[in-house]
């Protein structure tokens, strides 16, 4: 599996931002897809995964009601819906995957590189 993740930029503090990853090669598999980021200075940081083919999602409790992933089968493509951002939220985001939606939060097995948030204070 190989994933691709962009959509980082620069917001203000209480914006949104939209992230996507595009995944391609055994997607017909089922797993599940995920985002974890990284501050500096900080250990990484999982923060949702969803079901490649059902509905299931599981959230980091630090983003519980501002962060939303969803996903477009027909586009392949799995969305980090970022709302009311603050600094601290500032790191580089990965989309990541592994065999179930907890599995994607404590080991992944494949990794995108990363993309950049910044949000300016």
């Known amino acids: 599996v190989q994933l691709q993740a962009y959509g980082g930029g620069l917001v203000q503090a209480g914006g949104s931002l939209r992230l996507s990853c595009a995944a391609s090669?055994?997607?017909?598999?089922?797993?599940?897809i995920g985002w974890v980021r990284q501050a500096p200075g900080k250990e990484r940081e999982f923060l949702a995964s969803?079901?490649?083919?059902?509905?299931?999602?599981f959230y980091a409790d630090s983003v519980k009601g501002r962060f939303t992933i969803s996903k477009d089968l027909t586009k392949n493509t799995v969305y980090l819906q970022m709302n009311s951002l603050k600094p601290e939220d500032t790191a580089v985001y990965y989309c990541a995957a592994g065999a179930s939606i907890v599995t994607v939060s404590r080991t992944p097995r494949y990794w995108g590189q990363g993309t950049q948030v910044t949000v300016s204070s």
């Open positions: 969803i079901t490649w083919r059902a509905d299931n999602t």
């Open positions: 090669g055994r997607t017909s598999v089922s797993y599940a």
